[in-house]
């Protein structure tokens, strides 16, 4: 298809594959990866009609692609969104004030603070403590079973999400 294929990997940290073609009458949003990308902010869009009109969602995640896919889904059901590109930058955001969400779309395994410590820090600082967490994990870990115990947790999805999963856990603890 006159495509290409690669991945990037660090090691002890992850892995992201990915691939590239060219589809003929296709039109794709532009993919938001340079260095503002930590707080891509899609406020600036019109709000389409959708089950999320009207609600903001800080999507936590150290993959570019996986914050892009989630950004996507909430936007087609008229969300916005704030991207973060880690656990400690959501925590500074909520320190300095700069947390203007409805809820938090975070994953768990993330280098440095990860999910589970940001969202434990988020709710002990104030600024995140009535913000409903969604936790999201491609690994069901004994500890990610024991934090939806916890009351820093409000909810988790297992990765890969469908849409439809994420807008309707989503839509369940904003109301």
């Given amino acids: 298809m006159g495509g290409k294929i690669g991945v990037n990997s660090v090691p002890g940290q992850g892995s992201e594959f990915w691939f590239l ?5 296709a039109h794709a949003p532009a993919v938001h990866n340079g260095p503002d990308a930590q707080a891509h902010s899609s406020a600036s869009r019109p709000p389409r009609t959708g089950l999320l009109r009207g609600v903001t969602v800080g999507v936590v995640d150290d993959a570019r692609l996986n914050r892009e896919v989630a950004r996507r889904v909430i936007e087609s059901q008229g969300g916005r969104c704030v991207l973060f590109e880690s ?11 700069r947390l203007l969400v409805d809820a938090i779309l975070l994953d768990i395994e993330m280098p440095g603070i990860g999910g589970l410590a940001a ?22 870990t004994e500890a990610v079973v024991g934090a939806l115990r916890s009351e820093a947790i409000d909810a988790f999805l297992p990765k890969p999400f469908h849409a439809d999963t994420l807008v309707q856990t989503l839509r369940a603890h904003l109301n």
């Fill in 21 to 25: 073609i060219s589809v003929r009458g």
């Fill in 87 to 97: 656990g400690e930058a959501v925590v500074e955001a909520a320190r300095d004030g």
């Fill in 119 to 140: 969202a434990q820090r988020l709710k002990a600082d104030g600024a995140g403590a009535q913000v409903p967490i969604i936790a999201v994990s491609g690994v069901a």
